[in-house]
């Protein structure tokens, strides 16, 4: 579908497909590096204990030990460089946090979708308010979250539909709602927690990797995204985004 897109609708999504490469691999790389510095860490404890048992044993044990000792602690020490490295390189998910006019962002998402959702006698209907004042948010990565949530709306009414994109905003908690509704089959209530998993797709040539890029990002601006269903059928993605930057919106 992506590739479908990029072929009808040129360089915008060509753009966008190369920099979700990007993203991608750099929250890859992160979360590769963080999987492998707990059991890391774990080893290098036990490591320690284990030498303070050895310390106890009789003075040819030590010995012969204590080389062994020495080459483990090394190569631990330089696997701990290499998860430091990617982790260096996967960068703490750089947002480039301006303030962003969602309704822009929202109207530029659904015009770029829209044609392909025609093709297949999907109608994109927005409803946005009158006024709203911007969000601080990186636009770049907020256009492709909406990208991945519309593609994933149309690609769940498969044909004859509609997809409803709209913003609202809670004054009081501070928080600018972005939903998209559609008109599919929803989603089933044993799916629900697995759908936002890496690698978790129902379909066959799905990725898996749209939603759980989509949380990544909404949680680096110290936003919430949820799924439900709507009482009338079909499934809801609502993102909750700060009004005002956070302290502490660590990525
Ligand atoms: N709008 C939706 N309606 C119903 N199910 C959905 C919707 N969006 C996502 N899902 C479910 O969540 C799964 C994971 O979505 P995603 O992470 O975007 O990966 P992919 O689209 O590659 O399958 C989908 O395969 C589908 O089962
Ligand atoms: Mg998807």
């Known amino acids: 579908m992506e590739i479908i897109l990029a072929n009808a609708l040129g ?15 750099s929250r890859l790389l992160a979360r590769f590096a963080h999987e492998v510095r707990n059991p890391l860490s774990s080893l290098d404890i036990h490591v320690q204990l284990l030498e303070e048992d050895i310390a106890q ?36 998910s750089s947002l480039d946090l301006r303030p962003v006019e969602v309704v822009k962002v929202v109207s530029h998402v659904c015009e770029l979708l829209r044609p392909e959702a025609a093709a297949r006698g999907i109608e994109i209907v927005m409803k946005l308010p009158e006024s709203l004042p911007s969000v601080p948010a990186d636009s770049a990565q907020l256009t492709q979250a909406l990208v991945n949530l519309v593609i994933n709306a149309i690609q769940a009414v498969e044909r004859n539909g509609r997809v409803e994109v709209s913003v609202s905003r809670d004054e009081r908690d501070g928080v600018l709602t972005i939903a998209v509704r559609d008109t599919g089959p929803g989603i089933p209530a044993d799916k629900q927690s697995a759908i936002f998993e890496p690698f978790f797709t129902t379909k066959a040539e799905g990725s898996g990797l749209g939603l759980w890029i989509i949380q990544q990002i909404i949680t680096a601006h110290g936003g919430v995204v949820e799924a439900s269903n709507a009482p009338g059928g079909g499934a809801v993605f609502a993102v909750h985004l700060p009004l005002q930057k956070k302290e502490n919106g660590d990525g």
């Not at 012969?64 to 696997?79: D, P, Q």
Request: proline letters at 6%; hydrophobic letters at 40%.
């Open 11 to 25: 360089q915008d999504v060509s753009k966008l497909a190369a920099q979700e490469k990007r993203l991608l691999l």
């Open 57 to 92: 044993a009789p003075p040819k044990v030590r010995e012969k030990t204590a080389s062994r000792f020495e080459i483990i602690h090394g190569e631990l020490h330089r696997l701990e460089n290499i998860v430091k490295h990617f982790l260096s390189l996967a960068g703490p």
